[in-house]
C-alpha cells in the first residue's frame, strides 16, 4: 500500500483557513455596512423626495388667509399651533420652523423661545440648493434642535405683508430618528448575525475548494518528484502548460532535463577521465623507459661506449624529453579547454601575416623532411575576428600534423580565401591519407590512425584543434582519401571593416 503524500503542512493549513476567514469575515462586515449605508440614504432620499413640495403647499394652504405674522410684527404663534397639531396627526415626525430671509428661527412649537434661549440659526446655502433643484436633488440641511446634525427636510420662501422668509421643515424629527436607530440596531444584529452565519459557510467551501484545486496539482507535483528522488529520472509533469501552476511544473521538468544532462556529462567525464589516464599512462611510460634506459645504459657502459654512440644515445635522449615535454603540454592545455578554462579573446587580426609567421617558423622542418611547404593567399591581406593565439595553436597543430605524415618530395599547403562573410582557412597535404571510416573520429582524443611506429603521436592534436573550433563557434572537416592526402578546413569570420 503506497504512503499518502502530505502536501501541505499543518502549519500551512491553519494559516490557508485563517486567511480565508478573516478574509469572508471583512468581506461580510463590509457588506453589511455598505448594504445599511445605502439603504439608509435610500430611504431618507425617497422620504425627501416624497414630501419635497410640503413647504410649498403648507405656504399656499395655510398663509393665503391667515398671516406668519400679526399686525404688531410678531409671530402668529396660534397659527403655527394650530398647523404642528395639524400636521403632526398626519406625521409626527415633522417639525416646522419659521426662518427670516438670513437664516435665524423666528419660530417653532418644537424649540424654547424664552428670554434666556439662545436664538437659532440654519445654513442657507441648503435651503436655496434645494429650491434651486425644486426637490428633485438629496440635499441635507441643518437640524436646530441638534446643532451639528443634519436631516432631510423640505423648504420654500414666501413673502407676505413686506416680509420674506423662509418656511423650513425637518421631515424626520428626533423621535423619528430614534426609532429609526434602534430598528436600524435591531435589524444589524440580525443582518450581521445570519451574514457572519453566510461568511462561515461560504469560508468552509471556498476554502475546502480553494485547498482542493491548489493541492491536486501539488500532489501531482509532488508524486513526481517522489518517483524522481528515488531514481525515476525520466519522470516528468505531463502537459505542464494545462496545470493551475505552470511555472512550477515547467520549472521541475528543466530541472530534472538538467540533473539529467549533468549526470550524463558527469559519467561522460568519469569515462573519459578513465581514458585519459590509462592513455596518458601508457605514453608518458614509454618515454620515461626509453629514457631510463638510455640513461642507464650509459652509466653501466660509460667508459666502453666511443663519442659515436655517445653522441647517438644523447640524441635519442633528447628527443624523448621532448616527445616527454610535448605530451605535458598538450595534455595541460587539452586540461584547461576541456574543462573551459579558456575563454576567447576575440579581436580583428590578419590571418595572412599569422599564415607568413607559421610558414617561415616551420619551413626548416619542412626543407629537413624534403617537404615543399607554401602559402596560398590570393588577396593582399585577409582580416578575421577571433582569438589570435588560439587560431596560431589551431594551424600549429594542423601544420606538424600534416608534415609528420607527409612522405619526402610531399607538399603542404595553407590556402586563405574570402567567402563571403568569412574566410576559409584549408591545410593540404600529399601524405598518406585517412581511411574514409576513420575519418569520423580522427578528432577524438587518443584515436590514431596509423598504429606504425613511427607515425604515432600523441592523439591530442586534433583534439585541441577542435576545441579551438568550438569556441570559436566553427567547424572544422576533412576531405581525404588513402595514400592521396587530405584537406582540413574550417571558417573564420570575416572582420568587416567600416
Excluded: C
Amino acid at each position: 500500500m503506497s504512503k499518502a503524500i502530505n502536501t501541505l503542512t499543518p502549519k500551512l493549513v491553519k494559516k490557508l483557513w485563517f486567511a480565508f476567514i478573516l478574509l469572508i469575515i471583512l468581506m461580510g462586515a463590509s457588506y453589511i455596512f455598505i448594504t445599511i449605508y445605502y439603504v439608509d440614504k435610500y430611504s431618507h432620499a425617497t422620504a425627501q423626495r416624497v414630501d419635497a413640495h410640503i413647504a410649498d403647499h403648507l405656504i399656499k394652504e395655510m398663509f393665503q388667509n391667515d398671516s406668519p405674522f400679526l399686525k404688531d410684527g410678531s409671530v402668529n404663534k396660534p397659527l403655527f399651533g394650530d398647523l404642528m397639531h395639524d400636521m403632526m396627526a398626519i406625521n409626527q415626525s415633522i417639525e416646522v420652523y419659521l426662518l427670516d430671509k438670513t437664516g435665524e428661527v423666528l419660530y417653532s412649537v418644537v424649540l424654547d423661545h424664552s428670554a434666556n434661549a439662545p436664538a437659532k440659526t440654519v445654513a442657507l446655502g441648503p435651503i436655496q440648493a434645494f429650491i434651486a433643484s425644486d426637490g428633485e436633488e438629496y440635499i441635507l440641511g441643518d437640524d436646530p434642535r441638534n446643532p451639528g446634525e443634519q436631516e432631510i427636510f423640505s423648504a420654500a420662501p414666501f413673502s407676505i405683508d413686506g416680509r420674506e422668509g423662509y418656511i423650513y421643515i425637518i421631515l424626520e424629527g428626533k423621535e423619528l430618528q430614534l426609532v429609526s436607530n434602534n430598528l436600524v440596531g435591531t435589524y444589524f444584529s440580525k443582518l450581521g448575525i445570519g451574514a457572519l452565519l453566510l461568511s462561515m459557510l461560504f469560508t468552509v467551501i471556498i476554502g475546502l475548494l480553494s485547498i482542493w484545486f491548489l493541492t491536486k496539482n501539488l500532489r501531482l507535483m509532488t508524486g513526481t518528484v517522489r518517483r524522481f528522488q528515488e531514481g525515476d529520472l525520466d519522470v516528468r509533469i505531463e502537459d505542464p502548460e494545462k496545470s493551475d501552476i505552470a511555472i512550477f511544473a515547467h520549472s521541475f521538468n528543466e530541472m530534472a532535463d538538467t540533473i539529467v544532462s549533468n549526470m550524463d556529462k558527469m559519467k561522460s567525464v568519469d569515462l573519459l577521465r578513465r581514458e585519459l589516464i590509462a592513455n596518458v599512462s601508457h605514453d608518458l611510460r614509454t618515454p620515461l623507459a626509453i629514457l631510463k634506459g638510455y640513461i642507464e645504459t650509459m652509466q653501466i657502459k660509460k667508459n666502453s661506449l666511443s663519442d659515436q654512440e655517445k653522441e647517438e644515445y644523447l640524441q635519442i635522449t633528447h628527443d624523448n624529453v621532448d616527445r616527454l615535454s610535448n605530451l605535458i603540454n598538450q595534455l595541460f592545455e587539452y586540461s584547461k579547454l576541456e574543462a573551459e578554462q579558456v575563454s576567447p579573446v576575440k579581436e580583428p587580426f590578419s590571418i595572412t601575416e599569422l599564415s607568413h609567421d607559421l610558414i617561415a617558423k616551420f619551413r626548416v622542418l619542412a626543407e629537413q623532411k624534403q617537404i615543399t611547404l607554401q602559402l596560398d593567399n590570393p588577396q593582399e591581406n585577409s582580416m578575421v575576428y577571433a582569438d589570435v593565439s588560439l587560431v596560431e595553436r589551431a594551424l600549429q597543430n594542423l601544420i606538424e600534423n600534416a608534415l609528420k605524415y607527409t612522405e619526402p618530395n610531399g607538399k603542404v599547403t595553407l590556402a586563405i580565401q574570402r567567402k563571403n562573410k568569412n574566410v576559409e582557412i584549408n591545410i593540404t597535404d600529399t601524405g598518406t591519407g585517412i581511411p574514409l571510416s576513420e575519418q569520423p573520429f580522427i578528432f577524438d582524443r587518443y584515436k590514431q590512425v596509423d598504429k606504425s611506429a613511427k607515425k604515432q603521436g600523441y592523439g591530442l592534436g586534433l583534439a585541441i584543434v577542435k576545441k579551438i573550433m568550438d569556441l570559436h563557434d566553427t567547424t572544422i572537416t576533412v576531405l581525404s582519401k588513402p595514400k592521396e592526402g587530405s584537406s582540413f578546413i574550417f571558417n573564420l569570420p570575416a572582420y568587416q571593416q567600416v
